[in-house]
């Protein structure tokens, strides 16, 4: 069963950092392309940041130069570092494959306020 558990989120000032990370599971991990996403209360989710099994990544324009997604195959983990962050990243954070599967954790919330 393919499982993803998000962790790493809270509540930071604005041009704080935070870390995600995601342990995944159920999953032959290193072979596929995953990606972070996130919801904001009302708004639909959306895909942030994407990590290819060769580790070539994209962004989305809003978090270009302030995140980076990375991977670490040994342990089945992904991560997403986040940079100056501001009170439009405020939102529950998920990690999935890329493109999307129907499998989706608790999530992680972060939420950007001064």
């Known amino acids: 069963q393919v499982q993803f558990v998000e962790s790493g989120g809270g509540l930071v000032q604005p041009g704080g950092s935070l870390r995600l990370s995601c342990a995944t599971s159920?999953?032959?991990?290193?072979?596929?392309?995953m990606g972070w996403y996130r919801q904001a209360p009302g708004k639909q989710r959306e895909l942030v940041a994407t990590?290819?099994?060769?580790?070539?990544?994209n962004y989305a324009d809003s978090v270009k130069g302030r995140f980076t997604i990375s991977r670490e195959n040994a342990k089945n983990t992904l991560y997403l570092q986040m940079n100056n962050l501001k009170p439009e990243d405020t939102a529950a954070y998920y990690c999935?494959?890329?493109?999307?599967?129907?499998?989706w954790g608790q999530g992680t919330q972060v939420t950007v306020s001064s």
């Open positions: 990590i290819f099994s060769g580790g070539g990544t």
């Open positions: 999935n494959l890329t493109p999307r599967s129907d499998y």
């Open positions: 159920g999953l032959i991990f290193s072979i596929y392309a």
